[in-house]
């Protein structure tokens, strides 16, 4: 289920397509996550802020799992120009988000909790 197969971003709604990509990266030996997580994303009909999204996962990821970072995610298209902040919170969450997002995230200007990529 790499990155570009559009059906799994097309078919659903954002969250619950994200959700199954990242537990579908977790299943996998290291020779597939590696291959889940290569191919560019800029063919998927995704918003700019998604988009920022996954590049921020896929780089965490591979520093996480000490995978090698695919050059797509240095693109000038997955940096943010203004702050998107994750499941639109608002007021103090922001603060918290600000503080917590992992770096990968933060140098493209999206914000999240650092459990994020988390799941159970």
């Not at 298209?77 to 990968?104: D, I, K, M, Q």
Request: charged letters at 20%; one cysteine or more; aromatic letters at 16%.
């Amino acid at each position: 289920m790499a990155l570009t197969n559009t059906s799994i971003f097309d078919n659903m709604p954002w969250a619950l397509a994200f959700g199954n990509w990242l537990d579908e990266f977790y299943r996998q030996d290291r020779e597939s996550q590696i291959a889940l997580i290569s191919s560019d994303i800029h063919n998927l009909s995704l918003s700019r802020e998604h988009k920022a999204y996954l590049a921020a996962t896929v780089h965490h990821l591979a520093n996480e799992y000490k995978l090698p970072v695919p050059e797509w995610v240095w693109k000038e298209c997955y940096f943010l120009s203004s702050p998107y902040f994750a499941e639109g919170v608002t007021g103090n969450l922001r603060l918290v988000y600000l503080y917590e997002a992992p770096l990968e995230f933060k140098v493209r200007m999206v914000f999240t909790s650092r459990n994020a990529l988390h799941r159970v």
